[in-house]
């Protein structure tokens, strides 16, 4: 029997692709109104200035527009030390990932979300533009520096949970789109850690990566990591996701 529980309303301004809603940001949402720690699937485009209704079911839940489902969430456990150890990638420095943010590969005319709160263009977005990191190691790594803007906080000048979780989708999106075998692709699964709060005003590097899935694509489908580490190379915030590809456009 599915219970209905709560409401979640992605505002216009927190959109990724044109007219929608941004994945990590209504992720991160949905989260929050189911009130634990949960993987998030994605299923269809988020509306958004629209109610979205929380239903809950046998210890699963979906985010549904009448009776689309728009995202499914499943309970989990905060990451271990051990699980953070193995899915993290060695820090990057504020210098490296703003050396790498100005390799970012996309402009205006050739972003496929232009108008994102997080990597777009516009007047007001956060600016996480990832490029290619300069390794040594010869590991494809895309880093951007980012400098979290205040009206991204809270009045403890704190980072809200909803932008942390945007700024580390669009990274592994841009690790995804640099890939050798390039390819157009959208977030279906997500889940984020914060382990330290971020502050507004303060430099992080947020780095894109393979994660505990370094064989590259699977038919349509892909794994990617991100993290952000603060100027002294902690790691503060660290996201697992997967990708599937996507015919241009979409």
């Not at 790498?100 to 496929?112: E, G, L, Q, Y």
């Not at 520096?145 to 669009?170: E, H, K, N, Y």
């Amino acid at each position: 029997m599915s219970e209905t529980s709560s409401s979640v309303t992605v505002p216009g301004w927190a959109q990724g692709r044109t007219g929608r809603g941004q994945g990590g940001f209504s992720s991160a949402l949905f989260e929050a109104a189911i009130g634990q720690q949960v993987s998030i699937g994605l299923r269809a485009p988020i509306p958004l200035e629209t109610e979205l209704t929380v239903h809950e079911t046998d210890s699963r839940w979906e985010l549904r527009h009448g009776d689309v489902v728009i995202m499914t969430a499943t309970p989990r456990v905060g990451l271990s030390d051990e699980d953070t150890d193995r899915s993290a990638t060695d820090p990057v420095t504020i210098a490296d990932a703003a050396r790498a943010r100005s390799r970012f590969p996309v402009s205006a005319d050739t972003h496929n979300a232009p108008h994102c709160l997080s990597c777009g263009f516009g007047e007001r977005t956060m600016q996480v533009w990832p490029g290619l990191v300069d390794d040594p190691s010869g590991r494809q790594r895309v880093a951007s520096d980012w400098i979290p803007p205040a009206w991204a906080g809270s009045d403890d000048g704190l980072v809200r949970p909803p932008f942390v979780w945007m700024a580390l989708d669009c990274t592994c999106g841009f690790f995804v789109g640099h890939h050798p075998e390039r390819r157009n692709a959208v977030t279906v699964q997500y889940a984020v850690d914060i382990l330290v709060p971020l502050r507004v005003g303060r430099p992080y590097a947020v780095v894109g990566y393979d994660g505990t899935w370094p064989g590259g694509w699977e038919g349509r489908k892909r794994g990617a990591s991100s993290c952000v580490f603060d100027d002294t190379g902690r790691l503060v915030a660290l996201a697992n996701s997967f990708w599937v590809s996507v015919p241009d456009g979409q």
